[in-house]
C-alpha cells in the first residue's frame, strides 16, 4: 500500500473520530471525504477481502436481510464486513471498508456484506466486483426521488448484463425474476404456500404487466403486493421455480413467524423472531444468498433463529416508567413500544395486516416526514390500507412534519376524530403517546410506533438520550 494512501486513511479515519465524539455517528462523512482523497479506495479495501463481496439491495428489507445473513455468516466463523448501522450509499459502504483497514495492506474481515441503496448499486457494484449480488423486491418508493419502478428496473438491467456476479432474485417479483432468466448464474427463491395468499391484486400493487410482451400478468397467488405466483396468457412466461422456498408459513402477530425452508440441501423447520410474511421474504433471502456462499442448512437455520429485529424494524424497546408521567408524583410501570419502519405502500401495508393479527385495541404513535431520505411526496399514505385497523385503534398519536396529513388519512380510513390527535414535536408526541395509556382493569398493551425513517432516527436519538435504547451507531 502506498504512503499516500495510508495518509488518506488516517486522515478520513480522524474524521470520523472527530464526528463520533461530536454525536454525528460518523457512518457516511469519513467514507466520502476518502471518496474524494483517493476515487480508487474503495476498489483498493476491498480487494483485500479473501472471500469477496456480496451487495443486497430491495426497496423494502435489505437492512434486515443483510443483518440475517451476516448473523448466518458469523456463525459459520466467517469474518464479515459489514455496513450494520444501514449507511448504504457510497459514503457509507467506504466508511465501512475504512474501519476495517489494517496497516499493512491487511482488512479485518474475510467477507464484505454491504446492503445498497437503490439507486448506488451500479456505481458501487462497479467498484467493488462482487462475487454475489441478492435483489429483494423492487416496489414503488420516493417517487420524487427514484422515478417510476422501470426506472430502477433498467439500472438494475444494466447491472446485470455488465457483471460476472451470480444473481439471488425473489423468482415472486416479476420485475426481478426477468433481470434473471438469461444470466449465467442465477438462484431464486420465493413463498410456496396459498393458504396466505390475498383476495387479489391490492389497488396499489406494481409490475401488473409482462415486460416481454406487455400483456396483463394473471396472478394465481397474490403473497405481498405484486409480489406472488405469476403467468403471462400471451408470452406464456411464469414464475421461475424457487431453488430456496418456504412453505407451512404461520405467522404469528406482531412476535415472530414459522415456516418450512426448502433448499436443495433440504428441508428444516425454521422459527422466525421476527413478525409477518415480509420477513420471512428478508429470511429466505437471507438463506439463499447464504445457500450460495456454501453454508450448510443447519448453520442457516441457527442463523436465522437467532436473529433479533434490526435498528427500528419490528424492534421492541421499554419506556422509562417516567416516560409520559405527568408529574412527580406520578410514577408509571414500564411499557414496550415496538418500532415498525413504514415508508412506502407495500411496506407500510405488511405491518398494518402484521398489527391485525394481534387482538384487542391499539394504541399508535405515527411519525410522518417529508425529509430527502423520507421523499417529499407523502401521498403514498393513502394508498396504505389503514382501514385494516380503523376500528381497532383506542388511541393514535400524529407527530412528525405532516403529522396533519397523516391524522387526515387515519380520519378518513374510519378512526373516529376523537381517538386521532395531532402533535408535530416528535418529543412532546412521545410523551403525550406514552401518557396516554388504555385505562384500568385493561392490560397495558405495547404502544407501536410507526416512523418513516427520518422520524425513526429522531425517535432512536430520543430513545437513547433517555436511556431506553442503545446506539445504533455502534
Sequence with gaps: MSDLLTLKLAVSRGLGALSRRSGRGGTSAPGKLLIRLAPEAMGVLSARLARGTVLISATNGKTTTAALCSEILSG????????????NMAGGVATTLLRAARPGGRIAGELGLF???????????????PRWILLGNLFRDQLDRYGELEAIAESWEGVVAHTDAGLVLCADDPLLADLGREHRQTLYFGVDDDSLALPGLAHAADAKHCRRCGAPYVFD?????????????????????????????????????????????????????LPGLYNVYNALAAAALAHALGVPLAQIVRGLESSRPAFGRAETVMLS?????????????????QIMLVKNPAGANEVLRTLALEPGEHDLLGVLNDQTADGRDVSWIWDADFELLAGRIRAATCSGSRAAELATRLKYAGVEPARISVEPDLAAALQRAARDRPPAPAPLSPLYALPTYTAMLALRELLVAGGEASSAWL
Aim: hydrophobic share 35%; net charge negative; aromatic share 4%.
Design 221 to 273: 397467488a397474490v403473497y405481498l403486493g405484486h409480489l406472488g405466483h405469476y403467468h403471462c396468457p400471451n408470452c406464456h412466461q411464469r414464475r421461475p421455480e424457487p431453488a430456496v422456498s418456504a412453505g407451512a408459513v404461520t405467522l404469528e402477530g406482531v412476535r415472530s413467524a414459522r415456516f418450512t425452508l426448502r433448499t436443495p440441501e433440504g428441508h428444516a423447520e425454521v422459527r422466525l423472531a
Design 76 to 87: 459459520s466463523d466467517v469474518q464479515v464486513v459489514h455496513n450494520h448501522a444501514g449507511a
Design 321 to 337: 416508567p417516567t416516560r409520559g408521567a405527568t408529574g412527580a408524583g406520578s410514577p408509571q410501570s414500564a411499557r414496550a413500544m
Design 115 to 129: 446492503e445498497i441503496d437503490e439507486l448506488w448499486l451500479s456505481s458501487i457494484a462497479e467498484e467493488l466486483h
